[in-house]
């Protein structure tokens, strides 16, 4: 299948989801305070959620992208690339992302309170399940960016974040950051407090709050990043408790291998699609300038991520552009919510997906790596092969460890499926900001050379790998990152 290398003239805010618009437009300013039923505090978790994207900026620091010399300049795109502090705190930069998590655990606190104090506790269950899991949620994405990624080692004298778990009653309200493996005991409190408690009939679109999948997703992200690995494949298989995990990815090598970009758009990010456990609204101009950043997926990057794989195949994935340099695969963009009816100003949103399908499939294929479990894991890969190959033909595409070492020219049969399975995440979720998590779990070095031949290079210990904290903190008594 050639790649779908088009010039697309495309004006993207013009793209506007029913579905997703008729969700903003319902959802409650967490500042209500009349959580006299359920339904009610059900209502305010719906913005228990961080409503900004950490996309733009991940995707910038990885090893996806490139100076391509020309191109939209953006601080929020242009300073990670360089691993430099974000100078801006507007929607994608981490300040506001920072801002949007403390703000979804605002309402969540906010909702745990009026669950506690209700006379029929009982009744109240489900929202505290789902109020408990997205606190721990907004908490664990804090501490991946915002702190030294968790390391066992080195956890319990890390300096975490704040973690809060009351509403705030004061304007300036100090805090302490404590350590990295005080905040991950917290989040796996909250976690494992929050699962059973959590029930899918609790809301008219699940899959716009934690339902048990999603709520099931996280706490295999999570056990994955502390190492349990036993966690994983335990959570992980009540994901999809009927082992009907192919049925719900994304297909395509098959539906999605005949849709127009405009079709992929409207499709990717819907809650009508079964790869998508969790959606969250963000606030975000990262659909509009998808591709058009100058640094950004180039047709190098193109042609090594998402082109040649160790299945012999090729990804099926669609890659267009807008120019010479401006790749992108159609999977997210804007939708502009205007301000009023007759309104010629709004605000623009990308509806992002935080848990699917794909990343559990890997999460349990990389767990069972770990755990020794060799036939499980290349069961997973294949079945992923067989999603995304084009034209896949077992007799041709089946992966074995004799094929994988080969390809990596890796004897160690672990070391090699690692590298298969992370090379097929940097495929899955291109242009989505999951690869940095990987670089960050697995200390990889980032090198981005720019047109100009500067080469700057972020080293496995390189202080810049941990987000800065906003300067506004610093009233609450909170210490910035060293630099």
Not at 86 to 103: F, G, I, L, M, R
Not at 108 to 130: F, H, I
Not at 255 to 284: I, K
């Amino acid at each position: 299948m050639m790649k779908h290398r088009m010039i697309l003239s495309v004006v993207l805010g013009m793209l506007v989801f029913t579905g997703c618009r008729k969700y903003l437009e319902q959802v409650p300013d967490s500042t209500w305070t009349d959580l006299s039923t359920p339904e009610k505090v059900s209502r305010l978790l719906g913005t228990a959620y961080p409503k900004s994207s950490y996309i733009t900026f991940c995707e910038a620091m990885s090893d996806n992208v490139a100076d391509k010399g020309t191109g939209a300049i953006e601080r929020v795109n242009q300073d990670p690339f360089f691993f430099n502090d974000v100078q801006n705190d507007k929607e994608d930069s981490p300040e506001a992302y920072w801002h949007a998590c403390y703000k979804a655990i605002a309402a969540a606190n906010q909702a745990l309170q009026a669950c506690d104090k209700a006379g029929n506790t009982a009744a109240y269950s489900r929202q505290r399940g789902e109020a408990l899991v997205a606190r721990a949620y907004a908490h664990f994405m804090l501490v991946s960016f915002f702190s030294k990624f968790y390391d066992a080692a080195t956890a319990a004298s890390d300096p975490g974040i704040p973690y809060v778990t009351e509403p705030e009653t004061v304007v300036f309200k100090k805090y302490e950051r404590k350590t990295v493996a005080y905040v991950y005991e917290m989040i796996e409190k909250d976690l494992l407090e929050g699962l059973p408690l959590i029930s899918d009939d609790a809301y008219a679109v699940p899959r716009y709050h934690f339902n048990r999948a999603a709520a099931y997703a996280f706490a295999t992200r999570y056990y994955l990043f502390k190492k349990d690995y036993t966690r994983v494949l335990q959570y992980a298989n009540l994901v999809f408790p009927n082992n009907d995990i192919a049925t719900n990815m994304r297909p395509w090598n098959t539906t999605y291998a005949r849709m127009s970009p405009a079709q992929l758009w409207d499709v990717y990010s819907r809650a009508s699609e079964n790869a998508n456990l969790l959606l969250s609204e963000t606030a975000s101009i990262y659909g509009r300038y998808l591709g058009r950043y100058r640094y950004g997926l180039d047709y190098a990057h193109e042609i090594n991520i998402l082109t040649f794989n160790v299945t012999g195949g090729r990804w099926v994935y669609p890659v267009y552009y807008y120019g010479n340099q401006d790749y992108f695969v159609p999977k997210l963009t804007e939708y502009f919510v205007k301000a009023s009816v007759n309104a010629e100003i709004g605000d623009p949103y990308v509806m992002t997906p935080l848990f699917t399908t794909e990343e559990v499939l890997f999460n349990r294929a990389e767990a069972n790596v770990y755990l020794g479990n060799t036939s499980a894991v290349l069961q997973d890969l294949n079945l992923f092969a067989s999603k995304r190959i084009n034209n896949y033909a077992a007799s041709q595409h089946t992966l074995t460890t004799a094929k994988i070492r080969s390809y990596y020219g890796i004897d160690d049969v672990k070391g090699a499926l690692i590298q298969t399975i992370l090379d097929c995440k940097r495929a899955e979720f291109i242009q989505e900001g999951m690869r940095w998590f990987d670089l960050q779990r697995y200390k990889l070095p980032v090198t981005h050379t720019t047109v100009t031949g500067q080469t700057i290079v972020l080293t496995p210990d390189d202080k810049r790998r941990v987000l800065q904290l906003p300067q506004s903190v610093i009233s609450s008594g909170i210490e910035l990152n060293p630099r």
